[in-house]
Each structure stands twice: as C-alpha cells, then as structure tokens.
C-alpha cells in the first residue's frame, strides 16, 4: 500500500511542481545568480568552484549547480532547467513525508502530513523557485530524522522497527547533514547542533549520545563535505575555502545585501506565509492530548525544539530574508498536522479562534488578489504612494490585466467559506481537505495569473534588453545597482581581458568591442553626463546608454 500512495502523492506533486516552470523570467538577485553559476560552471568546466562573472564567489558550495548543470544539460541553460530540481525536491520531500508520518504514526498521519505540506503557501512556492534553500532544507530534516531514530535505537524504543545497529542511522544522520553542508554551508551542521544542545538542556543534561558517538557523527559529516572542502584545497590552495568561511561569518554578524528587518520578521513571515498551517502550528503550543506513546511525544518535542531554534537564530542574524527561516516549513507542517489529525479525531475543537485567524490571514490573501487587477488597470491610483521615480516609471509598464485575475481570490474565498460551513458541521475530514488541497491550487492558480505580470512591472524591461544582445559580443554594464541579468540574460562569455571589470575603462579607455551601460531613472544622469557615452533609449524606469564609437 506504501507504494502505490508514494506513487500517488509522487504524480500529484509532478502535477503542480513542474508545469509552468520555465514560463517567467529568472528573478534577481538569487534566482539569476545561482542560474549564472551553473552557466558559467559549463562554460569554464570548472565544476569545484563557484564563479561569478567570471570571478571567484566564496559565498555558496557547489552541490546546488550540480544539480542545476545536471538539469542545463539535458534541457538547456534556460529557466525551466533553473529551477527544475527544486521541483524534484519538492515530489521528493512530499513522499518522504507521508512515509515518514506513516513509519512514525500510521498511513493516516502520513498523508495528512504531506498533504499540509502540499497545502501551505511558501512552501508550495519555493519548489517553484531556482532558490537553494529546498533541497538545503531536505538535507538537514533528513540528518535530523536519521539521528532522532539513532537515539531510540540506542535507547531500545521500537526495536521492531528499527533493524539495524545505532551507528548505521547515526552515519546517516551525518551524511545528509553533510549534504546539508555541501548546499549551502556551515549552518547546515550549526542547526542540528544547536537542537542537540536543547535537547540535552531538556533532558536535564544526560548525555544521550556519547562523546565517541558525537565524534563520529561529525566525521560523516566531514567526509562528505571533504568531497568539496578537501578537493578545493588539493587543487587551489585554501584562499578560496577562507573566504568561504569568512563569508559565513558576515552573514550571521552583519546585514547582508541591505536586507535588515526587525526582531519579529520571521514570525510575521512564518504565520502569514505558511497560512494555513500556522494557524494549527499555534494550537500545538498548547496542551495536547496524546496517545502515549514514547515517540510520539519524543519527535513532538524535537520537532518543537527544532522550530525554535531556525526561529530564534535567524531572527538573531542580522540578515533578514524570506527564506532564512524555510527551515521551519518542515516542524510547522508536523505540528501543524498533529492538531489536524486531533480535530478530525474530535480530542480537540476546530475552535473558534482557529477559524476567526484562517479567515484573517485568508482574507489578506483573498483582498490582494483580487484588488491587484484593478489596481494594475489604473495605477494612478497608489502613484502618490510612491516618492521613488523608479517605482512610478515601473507603474507604467504594458502590463495587460483582463479582469480574469480575480479567480485566484475568489477561489480562495469560497475554499474559506467551504471550510468553516463542513467545519461547524464537524465534517473535518473534507473541511481539511478542501482547505489544503484548495489552498495548494490557489497558489497554483496565483502563479499562472500573476507571477509573469508582476515580473512585468519589476524587471522584464532590463531582461529584454539583455537578452537583445545575448548574440551581440559586447560589454554590459550595470551602473548603480546590483543586478546578475545582463550576465545570465546577455549571454556574458568566459572573459578574455581583464580590464573589461574596470568601469573607468570601458567609459574611456580603447575599447575592442560596443560597450552598454543600464541605470535606474534616478542615476541616469550621472550617466548623461559622460561625454562617451549617448542614451539609446528608457523603459519602466531603466535607462539605456552605448559608447559611442
């Protein structure tokens, strides 16, 4: 029965993750960015370190492009090829899922779980993305699921169930923590960490894993990422592995990129776009009645400190983005499920207040989906909202909005409206139902209706003009903001002359081939004002300059 509703789930997650996937641009800066990695990986057939303009980028291990110039190489170097594994990932971890809930509980849990998943909105979005942060993520639940089940063999709970000796799911757990690693960094191993120091505090500071058996979790952990580490360091030297690791260091001490945020930005991320899964994550602080079995409470309390811990950290980091606190996607959806499978039970009551935040949240939702096609037929309406002459120029791209936008929202609604009516019936079963599986098409039909024409507002000008000299062998530049389209977009080949990286030559030094500069509308005079250089044209706030000849 396992297989065939792997199966199952398997071919609905293909359903919604892949189509459409190459449909819209690449949007900067991180789509773009890692999508030029792998480009410039292929190009240079250097598959050990990372570049960036042709230039050594310290910032990410490589086990991503891998993946990312597996896809290019059977599809091409194009969108759908970007963000094709985390597609994959994404029918990968709702399988995972429903097998582990069903190892752990039984197959109902098993599917609810995957099916919150499914149902909650960022998620469901990332595995839409070329972004690193689902597969990173992937790797370090499944390190922490393999150690979880190392510490109750050891202990000697569902011996039945578990076959083989502690250290084969100890190796395990610290493969795919070094996985973990090799994605994206040092955090994959400090997060893990960090909920085993928790969970020694709470078990009153017994050590649960010895010293030898932490040592050699450690070292599967080395090994694997030593594929990279180690190699990097036979054939370059350690410059670039230090950089690396600095790096890490700025991005938890230090804003990084200008993206700085209060103390609270990860909660308000998390109950907003995890909707509608956070709304049952906060039942499951409460008391809960439970069945009494060890590994139910045990993985609960993991699952609980694991949380924490992703919150608290990167709302201490001083970086704030979106997908920092990704990682809680999987305890949220855990806990979020327990409280599901408890109301369907009926242990607990679909309370008022559950569905007094479903409809707040959904609401937010429902408006801005609704409003946003009225909106983009007359943006003179928010113009005087804005005192950034870039955003106004971006209002006056030729967006075409057909009214038909509205759907989304209005599904939304009556997915609201169906839910709380077979709730208060106490039909909880197709009440859950309708609200993930229709909250899961809602986002699918929110990209299909919005994604393109958003990017129409805030980037497609740029990207077709790059792409117009994609087979024009040329230097683009952009001046005054930071942006890696005009090397994935232009096609940018393996650089042969140094001085192409400096500004001050292109604007006036004697140049080989035609030089274009793009701005913003606010730094466009700056530009004006170089006697080499003559404007070629505006659009939706950007500005186009060549060298003259």
């Known amino acids: 029965m396992k297989y065939k509703y792997s199966l199952i789930i398997a071919s609905i997650g293909a359903l919604f993750y892949i189509p459409f996937l190459g449909g819209v641009h690449l949007f900067d800066w991180d789509e773009i960015n890692f999508a030029e990695i792998s480009r410039e990986m292929l190009l240079l057939k250097d598959y050990l370190r990372i570049y960036v303009n042709f230039l050594p980028f310290w910032e990410k291990p490589p086990f991503y492009f891998w993946m990312q110039v597996l896809a290019m190489k059977t599809f091409g170097v194009n969108e759908f090829a970007a963000r094709l594994p985390n597609a994959i990932a994404g029918v990968v971890t709702l399988v995972f899922l429903y097998n582990a809930g069903r190892w752990l509980f039984n197959h109902r849990f098993g599917l609810v779980w995957a099916g919150v998943y499914f149902g909650t909105i960022l998620p469901f979005l990332y595995f839409k993305s070329g972004i690193i942060d689902p597969i990173f993520n992937l790797f370090i639940f499944l390190g922490l699921f393999y150690f979880i089940l190392f510490y109750w063999k050891k202990e000697g709970h569902r011996p039945t169930d578990l076959k083989y000796r502690p250290i084969f799911y100890l190796f395990w757990a610290g493969f795919f923590v070094g996985m973990g690693v090799l994605t994206k960094g040092q955090v994959a191993y400090l997060i893990p960490l960090l909920t085993f120091f928790v969970y020694w505090v709470y078990q009153r500071f017994r050590l649960y894993i010895s010293v030898p058996q932490f040592l050699f979790f450690t070292l599967a952990t080395s090994l694997v990422t030593l594929t990279w580490y180690g190699l990097e360091t036979l054939y370059h030297g350690t410059w670039f592995i230090e950089e690396f690791n600095k790096y890490q260091y700025r991005l938890f001490s230090t804003p990084d990129a200008g993206h700085k945020g209060f103390f609270g930005y990860h909660f308000a991320v998390l109950l907003v776009g995890c909707f509608p899964a956070s709304i049952f994550l906060i039942r499951s602080f409460f008391r809960m009645p439970s069945s009494g079995q060890f590994w139910e409470q045990d993985f609960t309390m993991w699952m609980k400190m694991l949380f924490w811990v992703v919150l608290i950290l990167f709302s201490i980091v001083k970086s704030k983005i979106v997908h920092y606190s990704s990682m809680c996607y999987f305890p949220l959806t855990f806990l979020a499920s327990l409280v599901v499978i408890k109301i369907i039970d009926r242990e607990i009551e679909f309370s008022r207040w559950m569905k007094f935040g479903l409809w707040t949240i959904g609401l937010l939702f429902v408006v801005a989906t609704i409003a ?178």
């Open 372 to 549: 946003m096609p009225f909106i983009g037929k007359n943006p003179e309406l928010i113009v005087p909202l804005f005192d950034d002459p870039f955003a106004v120029a971006n209002l006056e791209a030729d967006v075409n909005w057909t009214g038909w936008e509205i759907v989304p929202g209005l599904f939304l609604l009556v997915v609201l409206i169906a839910t709380t009516i077979l709730a208060v019936r106490r039909k909880n079963i197709r009440s859950f139902s309708i609200l993930f599986g229709g909250t899961a098409l809602f986002v699918f039909l929110t990209l299909i209706f919005f994604i393109k024409r958003i990017e129409g507002y805030s980037q497609r000008a740029a990207i077709e003009f790059y792409e117009s000299r994609s087979t024009e062998d040329c230097y683009i530049i952009s001046h005054g903001y930071k942006t890696y389209g005009h090397l994935f977009y232009a096609n940018k080949q393996i650089v042969t002359d140094e001085r192409s990286y400096d500004k001050n030559w292109l604007l006036r030094g004697e140049v080989d081939k035609p030089v274009y500069f793009v701005c913003k509308i606010h730094r466009a005079d700056e530009l004006r004002s170089e006697p080499s250089l003559e404007e070629i044209g505006s659009k939706n706030g950007f500005v186009f300059f060549r060298r003259k000849e």
